[in-house]
């Protein structure tokens, strides 16, 4: 007897062919589009989801399949939202998508309607390894779509009863999957950014939630004050754009939290921007292990990136610290850091980076 299987359903392409991967595999999946945009309306809200739920349904249509969708819109806003507006106004630079797979897609959603299922499917970039009894989260064909990284925060309970259909597959690959099944969305964009925020309006958004906070510009290396900012929450370590500066460029070194001040580099980016080290906190384990002993060798990433850093961990009491190969740019409080084995092939651990020690 086949094993039940709820299937995370977006209206983009990669769940659409995940789809017709579990099918063609003698799967019947039941289909759930989980809604989390905003009920109420902001600067920026890009939310699309009639249009989502269409195609959504025409992918149910073909096969079919059940189509249902869940409403988390409001553990969504209390769990990651707040979250994420809470670590902004603390000067950290926080990363929501993390939280939104763990919390809501893989958490919310298994509490409500997953747990009736022997397995959850979605149309992630990833894949399961199974090695010596474990599953492990392991990186997908196509690295320059892998989403590991956003992942990672999930538990070992999690992994025990994922799928990731189209783990094998290259972003060309699925497209033409998708073309000869005569998908609708088989050219459909890629979504970017925060789920329901268009990219180019996440300034207004960060806006409509934290207001404006007027602070200094201020030249680390003189001391001159330069001009003014609307608030230490729009900016992030090492970020270069949208500093509105003219006699550029500038390049975000620090901020100072306290006194609402973004100190700046000219023209290049000062030895602060950069560091050898990354201290990892509140561990997450995808899979229960014991591998993070001192010394091991490690690869790592500190952002969404299809690049890999290398180094070695020593254990700082509960924390980890990463000794990297090679200077890192823009190591960011607030973010995450994600360990891989050296193979660039399992995840180890994630959590969030502190304060830079060089």
């Keep these: 007897m086949s094993k039940s299987v709820a299937l995370l359903i977006s209206g983009g392409v990669d769940s659409a062919v995940a789809c017709r991967e579990l099918v063609f595999n003698g799967y019947k999946p039941h289909l759930f589009y989980i809604a989390i945009g905003p009920e109420q309306d902001f600067v920026g809200n890009d939310c699309k989801m009639e249009e989502d739920v269409d195609l959504c349904k025409l992918i149910s249509k073909k096969y079919d399949l059940p189509f249902e969708v869940i409403p988390l819109h409001n553990e969504y806003w209390n769990g990651v939202m707040s979250y994420h507006v809470e670590s902004l106004k603390a000067g950290r630079t926080p990363n929501p998508d993390l939280l939104c797979n763990q919390l809501i897609k893989f958490g919310s959603f298994e509490e409500k309607v997953g747990h009736k299922f022997d397995f959850t499917a979605s149309g992630h970039y990833a894949s399961i390894m199974e090695e010596d009894g474990k599953r492990w989260l392991a990186t997908a064909k196509d690295k320059n779509k892998d989403q590991t990284y956003f992942l990672a925060q999930l538990s070992d309970l999690q992994i025990s009863k994922i799928m990731f259909p189209i783990g094998g597959y290259t972003k060309a690959e699925i497209r033409e999957i998708a073309r000869n099944e005569g998908f609708a969305n ?28 007027p602070g200094d510009f201020v030249d680390i290396q003189s001391g001159e004050r330069l001009g003014r900012h609307k608030g230490h929450w729009f900016f992030t370590i090492g970020q270069r754009k949208g500093l509105g500066l003219a006699g550029g460029p500038w390049f975000v070194v620090k901020k100072d939290i306290e006194n609402n001040i973004i100190y700046i580099s000219k023209g290049y980016e000062p030895e602060e921007v950069f560091s050898h080290e990354v201290l990892v906190s509140g561990l997450n384990f995808p899979t229960k292990h014991d591998l993070l002993q001192d010394g091991l060798k490690v690869s790592f990433k500190i952002r969404h990136t ?53």
């Design 306 to 358: 299809p690049i890999f850093s290398h180094g070695i961990i020593h254990k700082v009491n509960n924390d980890i610290l990463i000794e990297s190969e090679n200077k890192l740019h823009g190591v960011a409080p607030g973010q995450f850091a994600v360990i891989y084995d050296d193979d660039e092939r399992k995840v180890l651990a994630s959590g969030e980076i502190q304060l830079n020690l060089d």
């Design 186 to 213: 088989a050219e459909r964009k890629d979504s970017q950014g925060i789920c329901f925020i268009a990219r180019n309006h996440y300034r207004d958004f960060v806006g409509d939630m934290l207001g404006e906070m």
